[in-house]
């Protein structure tokens, strides 16, 4: 069983940074292809960013294409998402999800795809 446990999410400016982080346990994390979902009031969980296992690759989606940055550090169990020039839009809860993979390039980007899922960390960007 794989545990993930998001933090760093908060109140933040429009125009501001935040960094969050998804701490993951119960597994060898490296074993572990990740992704970051986020979920607005009154909508779909989307995808956000993925990254495969290594950390080699990684893929985003199209509306946070050179604001994110998906990253993970496999020695300290820990992925990350640097959110850059903040939007209003961009308020959601943020989910990290992991899947175990044996492939060290795969990355994926369907909600389905993935096995475990964390709490969530809600981020609010005010105008």
């Known amino acids: 069983q794989v545990q993930l446990v998001e933090s760093g999410g908060g109140l933040a400016q429009a125009g501001g940074s935040l960094r969050l982080s998804c701490a993951a346990s119960?597994?060898?994390?490296?074993?572990?292809?990740m992704g970051w979902f986020r979920q607005a009031p009154g909508k779909e969980r989307e995808f956000v960013a993925a990254?495969?296992?290594?950390?080699?690759?990684?893929y985003y989606a199209d509306s946070v294409k050179g604001r994110f940055t998906i990253s993970r550090d496999n020695a300290k169990n820990t992925l990350y998402l640097q959110i850059n020039s903040l939007k209003p839009e961009d308020t959601a809860v943020y989910y990290c999800?992991?899947?175990?993979?044996?492939?060290?390039?795969?990355?994926?980007?369907?909600?389905?795809?993935?096995?475990?899922w964390g709490q969530g960390t809600q981020v609010t960007v005010s105008s």
């Open positions: 999800a992991a899947r175990i993979t044996y492939y060290s390039s795969a990355y994926y980007s369907g909600p389905a795809e993935y096995n475990y």
């Open positions: 119960g597994r060898t994390f490296s074993s572990l292809a």
């Open positions: 990254i495969s296992r290594i950390g080699g690759s990684t």
